[in-house]
Every structure is written in structure tokens, then in C-alpha cells.
């Protein structure tokens, strides 16, 4: 029987029909993958609009921070703060001297990365990122868009940037009291030991950080009385509601309250060798006892130039904000604890005579925890669509008001004309030119390398800093540095020396009354100064460091003979004497009078 083709591979035995050319194209497919780039390929984060947000407020944070941190002089109470640290390192703390937990971490940077300006402002720019950083540990509380607008609040401010890059103890402790209120809403959202203990660290380190800390924590103590007496009054049985709190979370609050307590003590105890009480009451009496007019007025006069050509972004979404609170619209019980404290800051310091320009970041920064509400608020509505153009106009215009502060008119310049001198509006107290550094380093220069000492005859920590390779000398007789005023008379027994005279520092105190709408618009742009500036300049006295040639003496000449006759023309020697080539470097040194005068 004959067998047809077809039969025959319908009864074939092993693959079925189709599998093997089936086969084949897997192996070939499998032969033809790239598996390179389905790995480089990968998709590992999709980059959202939140993501890209925090990306560059941070960028923006770590540069204005931490981008030219010491090209900034030191002025009088940074260098005096400086000093005592590098003090410390180098003789230990002396008895009854208080040094606070910030500049026992500062000595540490001293002496791990050498003393100098940028050591000295180290902690006070970490600091300023712990503060911006706030802004995502309150994204949860804040909401998403609000968080992010706390934190871009922050870093566009040039308020809080320019602090930020000063020793100035205000800003840890406001970083500190910002994490303290972060904490204290994660404690009551997820209660638990270890956030009870962390919220009693941060009180205390708050507490004890220098500037008016203590200030800052009776308006955040205020502001959470403030919602509790409005949730009081709208809630029903709060009696019963305290009870059953207290019950709950009695333990909590004790383990709280006794970390902060042995923290704060400790710190202004020098770790518990010594009494408080004297710190304590220093803190008291700089924030209510300090010299000064007293009223609203001259608060107005004081801060209002500030907040209004610095701050404009910030001061007009916390108005925004205090108007959506009291219209009900903005019911976040956070944005109601930020209006009570931006007001109970401003209302203080608008009235006590203790005014300082760093005292403007204690109503900063609650007005952008406002503000950032505010933001949250629109973001969820149509209008953000609108709105969101003017903001970012006035976020470029802040952003280009720091940049100026910090990277261009960051310190007076007394080479400029008297008619053309920038200034900056946190400059009520001296700041140091940028010639001092310039010239101490050429007065260091002119001394020898070691054994050189120095007398101060005028009390200014900004040129012992900056002459701290030279020796103390109780008096001007073996000094080889004089340093003094200004003054012809200061420089009476350094007569004879090479001088350099120069600009230390200057003072500015603009008159709010007398800016005209013109003279603020130039001020934007240039940061000219519309009233004059006040200025202290200095001289330093260098002793010449000229050496004695060595003296020649001649050897006697033997008498000639008796009966001999000299040569024609010859005379016999004169004697050495005391002429002018004895001594040749024992002239008068050349004084360059006015050496440091910056052209």
C-alpha cells in the first residue's frame, strides 16, 4: 500500500507539527534581545511636578547657605564669639564663663577644620537648612503643595538667608522651635516615647540657644493656648475631654517636660557647674530691658523698611492668609496657630526698645507658616491657575533681592564714592568692611612669622580676630604692632612707624520718613543708600623690622719709622668715627603715611 507524503507526517512520531519552526523563532528572538538596554532603560522614578519643587529649593538652600559663607567679614559679636571659642581651645573655658552648646560645637569646627570665617558661621548655615527643611517634615500637616511653599518661602527670603550666614543664635533656635511644633503634630497624630523624648530634646536645645529663644517659645506657647481656647469654646464637654487626656497621655507630657527641663538647665549650667539663673536672666533683660524708645512708632520706623523692600512676598501672602482666617475660609487649626503667633511676634517687637534687624525673622517666619497655608489653599482651586504668575513674579524679584544681600552688596566697600555707597537694611549695627581682612592681612605680612605681638589700644574683637597670629601686649613700648583710632594722638608714641589707616566698619540708619517711591525703586536696583552712613576708621602702627648692619672696626695702623718720609701726595688716615657710614641702616625708617588707605 502505498503511503501518501501526507499520511506519513501525520503519523510521524516526536515534535508535533509547527513546534519546531516555533522553537526556532524563540531562540532567535532570545538571540536578538538587548538586554543592556532594557536595563539602562529601566524607569527606576518618574519625576513629578512636587519632585522637581523640592529638587531645586533645595539646590537654592544648600547654595545660599553655604556659596561664599566666609567671604563676609566678621562683625563685632561674631569675631567676640569666635574669639572665645578659639579661647577655649586653646587655655580651656575659665571659671564662671558661659559658653552655650552652639559654640561648643563651633570650638569643635575650630578644631577640626582650623579657625577661620567660614568655620565660625558652620553651625548657624546648617541650622538655616534644618529650618527650610521643616517645610517637609510639615508636608503631611501642611499638605503636599503647602510644604513645599513653606520651604520655598524660606529660601527666597533675604532675611532668613542673610542670617542664616551669620552667627547669630536666632535662626538654630527657630529651626529648633520649628522641629519642636513638627514633633508636637506627629506626637498627637502617632503618640510614643521616643517622639515625647525627641519634642523634649528640641524645647530644651531651643531654650538654651542663644538670642531671644525664650521669646520664641511664650509665641508658640501663646498661639497653641490660642487654638485650644477656640477649639474650647466651639467643642462640648472639654472638661471631660482634659480628663481623658490627661489620663492618656499624662506620661508622655511628664517624659517631655522633664528631657526638656534637664536639657535646657544643663546647657545654661554649664553642664551643671554653675547656676542658670544669671543666664537665664541675661535672656530676660535683652529682650525687655534693653535701652531704647518705646512704642509702635518707632517699631514701625525701624522694621517697615525691611518687610516692605525685603520681605514684600512673604508679608502679602501672610495678609492674605489672616484675612482667610478670619473670613472662615482657611479652618486649618495650624493657619489659626500662625496667626497668633505672627501677631503676638509683631505686636512685641513692634513695642519693646530692644530692636535688632535679626528680631524681623521672628515674624518671618510664622507669616510664611501663613503663607503657606494660603498657598495650600489656592492650590486647590481654580484661581491657582491665575494667581500663580504674580507669585512667581515676586518670587523672582525676592530671589533677586537675596542674591544681591549675599552675593554682590554683602559688606560695605569703602572704595566706592561717598555719593554712591551701597548699603544693606540689617546694617543698624556695624558691619565690618571688606577691606579690614584685606589690610589686617597686610599688617601681619609686615611682621615677622613668629615672636610678633600686638597692642590694642582700642577695645574691637573684629581686629583681634583678624590679628589673632599676633600676641597680646600689655602695652605699646615692645609691641610691634600699634593698634588705635583714628586720632593724630592715639599714634603719639608711635611716631616713626609705618601706618595703615583704613575703614572698619560702617553703620547705616535709614530714615523710613524720608524714602520717596523713586528712591525705593533705585534701591531695588542698586541698593544705594539714601541717607548717609556712619563710619569708624582705624590706624595700625607697624614697628620698622629694618636689621643693623654689623659695625666695622678698623685695625690700628703702626707708626711709620723714624727718619722715613711719606709718599707725595699721601696723608696719613683718619680715625674712625661715629659718621654716617657707620651705621647705615640705623637712619630713620621711611613711614608710608596713610599705607592702607584703600585708593
Known sequence: MAVSGKGTEEWRLGIELGAHDGLEAAEESEAIRDYSAERLERPLCIVTAEHLGWAMVAGLALASRFLMLGARPLDSVEARHALGELAWLRSGLPAGA???????????????????????????????????????????????????????????????????????????ALALAMLALALFLELVDKPGRLAAAGLGAAIGLGLASEGPALMTALFMLGALAGVGLVQAVAGARVRLQVRVWWARRKALFLITVAIAAVVWLGCESGFFTHSPLDAIAAAYRASFEAAGQRGFAAGLDFYLPMLSLYEFLVVLLAVAGALGVLTLRLRSRLACGALVWSALAAAFYLWTPARSPAFVLQMIVPMALLGACVIEYLHHTIAWSIVRYPLAVLALLTLYVQVANNFVWYAPDAGQAPWARTALLFWTAPATSMQTPVQCARVAEALPAAGASAFFATDSPVLRWYLRALAPAATADGAAAIVAGAGPASLAPAQGFATYEFELSDAWHPAWRSLSPAAALHYLLDARAWTPLDSQRVTIAVRPNAPLAPTVIFAPLEPPPAGSTAPAGASEPAAPGPGPDSHPAASPAATPGNAGRPG
Request: hydrophobic residues 65%; glycine residues 14%; without cysteine.
Open 98 to 172: 558661659h559658653l552655650g552648646w552652639i559654640h561648643l560645637l563651633e570650638a569643635a569646627l575650630f578644631a577640626v577644620l582650623g579657625a577661620g570665617d567660614f568655620g565660625a558661621r558652620m553651625v548657624f548655615a546648617l541650622s538655616g537648612l534644618l529650618l527650610v527643611a521643616m517645610g517637609f517634615a510639615l508636608r503631611r500637616h501642611l499638605g503636599r503643595a503647602g510644604g513645599l511653599a513653606f520651604a520655598a518661602l524660606l529660601v527666597l527670603s533675604p532675611s532668613v538667608a542673610y542670617f542664616s550666614r551669620a552667627a547669630d543664635g536666632l535662626v538654630p
